[in-house]
């Protein structure tokens, strides 16, 4: 392994990151409150306690996985695509490294800013609602976990991206909706019987309901099946970029 | 002494079913400059990427400092500095930041020490800090040399180096090559400009078509380039040529209305002066004089038939 090169990955984009630390920070505390505002305060107030946790409570698992999630994919997509977009791809292609490195450092980094917002809304939420973590460590694992094959995921899809429309389009078009209807502002329990059963082909219900079982120790699917549904996409998003990396596909010319 | 790159017989044809190499072979010296020339699309870039891992040939072997590009390619590339053809920068990094990250990338431990060290040898170091988008195109070009030297490399590819620059950065540039090659490194360049291989090379290569039609010490090949013809067509058409004017190595053409001579322009005395005096003396009158170059492409013309010939 070339740790280096690894490291000077990892350490060049993190400084786009540092360089825009303020825009960073800043906005997913705004976007927190505002959700805050509207379904905690607004909505929350007439609706009782899901599953015997406040609804204020009840939307913060799903407010970080919905931030980690997005943030990971632009963060990662945006980390590939931009050296294609400007040519300094050459240096990557022409460097001493393999596949493996190149996404350790560039995945590392869009994993880590992520890992980065969801603490940050993680602290903003808990000035607005009585937080307690009954599984800190198990919560930790999932955001790391979930920040780690969302990156991934991005990774690909600014590999797959040939203008910046594909590049919002996939993050648009299937993330955001599977996101919003994987359970981020209420329980699986609480739909329509068929509509239970459509949602549990959503993986990133089993996301969520992982991530809040760490929280409150309740969950809409047992967490084992969390665990295999984050392994197995983490898994798939390897292959793929293996394979992308051994066929040089939208990479070499 | 193994060359310090051996290409042998290396093909690439495109998914389009483009063929842009076409059974390149070419030993490069270790220490030597040497110029790839080549009109627009001959597969200069073609070859250079091949050899840095940025396309992977078709066909055939490329070893760099004894390791093969593809099969030992961690090896092969450490050798390997590219400045690539296109001003390909992150236009919000500093200066000094890209150059750390190239040394990085290439598995080397951080020595800011030599990086100022290449820095001042481009005229870079006052910019260190500067971002590459307030730099000037001479400078962002600086800046792709000081990011391929970074890793120390032993072989250093220049695409095009002083494409769209003007006069007086190609010449600082060329005095760049010139240090480094002093410093040991190899260098190959490629260039559609003659002048540019006649200032620096020590051995061209002239390709087209995705073939190398010759490689020469560059000493050699610019006598046959310095050749110029001297065309003089007569007011009357003659037999033959006046016995006074024999041994210049004159010829006749078109039905003997036109002598041509054929001179090196790079001799001291052309002969041009005495041969105008002899033609007159010899009664001869002139209608019209015409000079004639030959030209890079002349030699293209010339190698490309003689290729065709052989087959």
């Known amino acids: ?253 | 002494m193994q060359p310090m790159v051996e290409i042998s017989d290396v093909s690439k044809t495109y998914k389009d079913g483009f063929r842009a190499l076409n059974g390149v072979s070419l030993d490069i010296e270790d220490g030597e400059i040497l110029a790839l020339l080549g009109p627009n699309g001959a597969g200069k870039t073609t070859l250079i990427s091949a050899i840095c891992g940025i396309t992977r040939p078709t066909d055939g072997t490329i070893r760099v400092g004894g390791h093969d590009v593809v099969a030992e390619y961690r090896g092969a590339r450490a050798l390997v500095g590219l400045v690539p053809q296109e001003i390909n920068l992150e236009p919000f990094e500093r200066v000094m930041n890209t150059v750390r990250f190239s040394r990085g990338l290439f598995g080397k431990p951080k020595d800011d020490g030599f990086l100022e060290k290449i820095l001042r040898q481009l005229s870079l170091w006052d910019k260190r800090n500067a971002r590459i988008m307030e730099l000037s195109g001479g400078m962002k070009r600086r800046v792709l040399i000081a990011k391929a030297l970074a890793h120390e490399p032993r072989v250093l590819f220049l695409d095009e180096p002083t494409a769209g620059v003007d006069v007086e950065l190609r010449r600082d540039m060329w005095e760049v090559v010139r240090e480094l090659k002093l410093g040991g490194v190899t260098i190959i360049l490629t260039t559609h400009y003659i002048e540019e291989a006649e200032a620096i090379a020590d051995r061209i290569a002239v390709i087209d078509k995705g073939r190398i039609l010759l490689v020469e010490e560059k000493d050699a090949l610019m006598t046959r380039l310095g050749q110029k013809e001297l065309r003089i067509e007569l007011q009357e058409p003659i037999e033959a040529l006046p016995g006074a004017l024999a041994g210049r190595g004159l010829q006749l053409e078109e039905d003997g209305c036109v002598i041509v001579y054929t001179y090196d322009t790079a001799e001291e005395r052309t002969g041009i002066t005495s041969l105008i005096t002899d033609l007159s003396a010899a009664g001869l009158v002139l209608r019209d004089l015409q000079t004639r170059q030959n030209s890079l492409e002349d030699i293209f013309v010339g190698l490309v038939g003689d290729k065709g010939d052989a087959a």
């Open chain 1, 1 to 253: 392994m070339n740790w280096r090169a690894i490291r000077a990955m990892y350490v060049f984009e993190m400084s786009r990151f540092f360089r825009t630390l303020l825009q960073s920070f800043v906005s997913p505390v705004i976007s927190t409150s505002l959700y805050f505002v509207v379904f905690g305060a607004a909505i929350g107030s007439r609706i009782d306690q899901v599953e015997g946790v406040s609804y204020g409570a009840f939307i913060v698992p799903g407010l970080i996985m919905l931030s980690v999630m997005t943030q990971a994919i632009s963060n990662a997509s945006f980390g590939i695509y931009f050296p294609k977009f400007i040519g300094t791809i050459y240096e990557l292609l022409s460097a001493p490294i393999n596949f493996l490195e190149v996404v350790l450092g560039y995945v590392g980094a869009a994993a880590t800013k992520a890992l980065f917002i969801g603490l940050v809304i993680l602290g903003t939420s808990s000035l607005f609602v009585d937080l307690s973590i009954q599984h800190p460590l198990a919560m930790l694992a999932f955001m790391v976990l979930t920040c780690l094959s969302f990156a991934l995921f991005g990774f690909i899809i600014g590999i797959w991206a040939q203008n910046f429309e594909q590049l919002q389009l996939i993050p648009l078009l299937v993330v955001t909706p599977l996101v919003f209807l994987g359970g981020s502002f209420y329980s699986i329990s609480m739909l329509p019987p068929a509509w239970q059963t459509i949602s549990f082909f959503n993986p990133v219900v089993y996301l969520i309901s992982g991530f809040r079982w760490s929280f409150f120790g309740v969950a809409d699917v047992p967490i084992v099946l969390s665990l295999l549904a984050i392994a197995g996409f983490t898994a798939l998003c390897l292959g793929i970029i293996w394979w992308i990396f051994k066929t040089g596909w939208r990479i070499r010319a």
